[in-house]
């Protein structure tokens, strides 16, 4: 049974950080790549960050970049997604993702919201 489990949403304030994590279950972890999307109320969901399986490497949407940082541990089956210098507009249902040339699969969500 795939399962791709997000934790590590919350409040923060504008300028906080929050880490989050995916536990991944049920397939070979190492042969995905990793992403991690995000949906705000009204808005289509959009991709974030992404890592690849191979070589780990990395890839940010220009909202993202300079101040998150997506990377995986294969060994605990699990991709993270560090967040700095949190803007309200971060604030959104983050998702993570695997995808293979075969198959995709998501997980249920963790919602991130930024305000003082």
């Known amino acids: 049974q795939v399962q791709l489990v997000e934790s590590g949403g919350g409040l923060v304030q504008p300028g906080g950080s929050l880490r989050l994590s995916c536990a991944a279950s049920?397939?070979?972890?190492?042969?995905?790549?990793m992403n991690w999307y995000r949906q705000a109320p009204g808005k289509e969901r959009e991709l974030v960050a992404s890592i690849t399986s191979a070589y780990g490497r990395t890839n940010y949407a220009d909202s993202a970049k300079g101040r998150f940082t997506i990377s995986r541990d294969n060994a605990k089956n699990t991709v993270y997604l560090q967040m700095n210098s949190l803007k309200p507009e971060d604030t959104a249902v983050y998702y993570c993702?695997?995808?293979?040339?075969?198959?995709?699969?998501w997980g249920q969500g963790t919602q991130v919201t930024v305000s003082s």
């Open positions: 049920g397939f070979t972890f190492s042969r995905f790549a």
């Open positions: 993702n695997a995808r293979s040339d075969f198959n995709a699969y």
